[in-house]
């Protein structure tokens, strides 16, 4: 028995005598979530964390985000939502790149949104970068949360840890226009959703 091990063996004990190899068992801690990589917040569903923390939610602060309660996915959160795949030609290099993860609307599902009537959405990323898109259009455009291009996981320093974007080439509003005006209403290093009932 290690340090650690023994450490633990004696605070069950002590708290409740010999533990039984069930109970031993069933004080096993939960498995740690991983970082927050994307909150949603607004007219949401009941949410699993409580109201902005004004003095620990830095960014979220200094971007005048503001909730009671919120919806935070995790990468496995994200990853447990259905999957597509786009192929557009990006603006940055003018190739076909492929681009994967769930719909945005998929998300929004998760988070408890209720998809009838007027939803507006502000799509939120790293920099500060803010766009207003109305639900209706992200669902007409598939837009999708894309968690990997070309296999690899999006990073944070590049167009990730998300970024909400469509297929250009294939949607009516955007495949006509010039490669560097059809991605415009795509926040790379998105991080906050919010959500609004019209
Ligand atoms: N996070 C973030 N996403 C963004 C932008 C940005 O400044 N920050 N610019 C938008 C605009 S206006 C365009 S045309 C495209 C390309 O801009 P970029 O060269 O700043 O990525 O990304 C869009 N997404
Ligand atoms: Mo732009």
Redesign the pocket.
């Known amino acids: 028995m290690n340090k650690m091990n023994k450490r633990r063996f004696l605070a069950l004990t002590s708290l409740g005598g010999l533990a039984a190899p069930a109970a031993q068992a069933s004080v096993k801690p939960p498995p740690r979530p991983g970082p927050g990589l994307l909150t949603v917040s607004g007219a949401i569903g009941k949410g699993n964390r409580g109201p902005i923390d004004a003095a620990l939610d830095q960014m979220m602060v200094k971007h005048k985000v503001a909730f009671d309660r919120a919806h935070v996915f995790d990468a496995p959160a994200l990853q447990r939502l259905a999957a597509i795949q786009i192929r557009p030609t990006l ?1 940055y290099d003018a190739k076909v790149h492929a681009l994967s993860g769930p719909l945005l609307s998929s998300v929004l599902e998760a988070a408890g949104v209720a998809s009838a009537g007027d939803v507006m959405l502000t799509l939120r ?3 500060g ?1 803010a766009v207003n898109v109305s639900l209706t259009d992200a669902r007409a455009w598939r837009m999708i949360v894309a968690t990997a291009i070309d296999g690899q996981p999006l990073a944070l320093g590049g167009l990730g840890p998300q970024w909400a974007v469509y297929e250009a080439d294939t949607v009516d509003a955007f495949k006509d226009k010039p490669l ?2 059809r ?2 209403l ?4 998105l991080y906050h959703v919010d959500v609004k009932r019209g």
């Open positions: 603006e990323a790293v920099d970068y560097k005006e991605f415009a795509c926040p790379w290093g």
